[in-house]
């Protein structure tokens, strides 16, 4: 397997305007605070368009809208603060399962977010005294996903073989 070294990439904008390419003066049209903008400042409004933003991030800032994954998680937290361990277990699994497996990931964040839904479950348990330890956390530790996942850098994580993450998987 090849794996690229990361390119730092600066956030950009394309726009698409509805008028011929011959009357858009393009060379005189700025972004500003995210507004398409002719190079004197006045906005753009002689046509419709589309203005796109793009950007790279290192996580996904839609990951906990992924509800396969995070609600069993929530759950395995319900489990786990009513102190059934089984039930808890059974659904940080399916959480971590609904990770490895999502098309909806790329293939790092797959073999890289199990882990990280395991340290947010049991930062989670040790905040309110989960778990069956009978007593609050003396210092809440708020760990969460993305910051764990942050930890991870993409390449090391793509190279990690799918069923070495499965078999850390059925250990939670």
């Known amino acids: ?3 690229a070294t990361p ?3 600066d956030p950009g904008y394309f726009v698409a305007i509805n008028t011929p390419a ?23 409004r002689e046509a419709d368009f589309l203005l796109i ?5 290192p996580t996904r800032s839609d990951l906990r809208k992924i509800s396969d994954i995070f609600g069993p ?15 808890a277990r059974a659904f940080l699994q ?41 007593a609050a ?8 996903v993305e910051d764990v996942m942050a930890e991870t850098p993409a390449d090391r994580a793509v190279a990690t073989p799918q069923q070495d993450v499965l078999d850390q998987i059925l250990t939670f």
Request: charged fraction near 30%.
């Open 7 to 9: 390119i730092p990439c």
């Open 53 to 57: 933003r793009l950007a790279v991030s």
């Open 137 to 144: 956390a003396e210092k809440v530790d708020d760990t969460r």
């Open 1 to 3: 397997m090849t794996t």
């Open 22 to 44: 011959s009357q858009t003066m393009m060379d005189q049209l700025r972004v500003v605070d995210g507004r398409l903008q002719w190079a004197h400042g006045a906005p753009f």
């Open 73 to 87: 998680l929530e759950e395995a937290v319900r489990k786990g603060v009513d102190e059934n361990r089984d039930g």
């Open 94 to 134: 399916k959480a971590c399962l609904a990770a490895l497996y999502s098309p909806d990931l790329t293939e790092a964040d797959r073999n890289r977010l199990p882990a990280a839904l395991h340290a947010e479950y049991t930062s989670k348990l040790k905040a309110v005294g989960g778990a069956g330890d009978g």
